[in-house]
Each structure stands twice: as C-alpha cells, then as structure tokens.
C-alpha cells in the first residue's frame, strides 16, 4: 500500500460527493474536524450513513465545493494567526539595558 493509498499524516480521508455524481476521496486535515461547518456535513452524513465502522467517512457535498471550503477555512486561519501574532509584535517593548 502506497502513502497516497495511506493517506497523508495528519489527514483523515474522506468520501466527498452528491447524488449523481462520483464520490471523491479527499484528504481532510484532523485539526479541521472541529470546524463547525465540517462537523455539521459530519452530522448531515451520519444521519444519512450512520457512522462508519472503518475510518473512511462520507460526506454527501459537491467535491469542488468542499475543497474550496477547506482552502477558506485554511486562510481564515491563516489570517487569524497572523493577526495574533501582529498583535503581539504591537506589545512588546524592547529591553533597554
């Protein structure tokens, strides 16, 4: 089994599609999990699924639609993260010796 088979470390992967279209497997990093946008398409799935006894999850959305809330939600991050840290750098004073 290939490491693209094993999935990359740090993402779970994931059965991304709609009805009449292809399912897609899609690589969702684990720290996204508690986004709550993830947790409600895990919610619609496992009400439509049941919760699966393997680690591949379904999750019933168009696979372009989830990728691209992946990216948003991966700058959204981004961005808040670097508006912590621009507020931290606004409060520290140098040392003077």
Do not use: H, W
């Not at 379904?58 to 696979?63: D, N, T, Y």
């Amino acid at each position: 089994m290939g490491v693209e088979e094993q999935g990359r470390k740090g993402c779970v992967p994931v059965l991304v599609g709609d009805e009449g279209t292809a399912m897609e497997r899609v690589m969702l990093p684990i720290k996204l999990l508690s986004n709550p946008d993830i947790i409600e398409l895990l919610k619609i799935s496992a009400d439509e699924f049941g919760y699966p006894q393997g680690l591949l999850k379904v999750l019933i959305c168009r696979a372009n639609s989830f990728k691209r809330l992946i990216e948003k939600i991966r700058s959204q991050e981004k961005r808040a993260k670097s508006q912590r840290v621009g507020v931290f750098n606004k409060n520290v004073k140098p040392i003077s010796g």
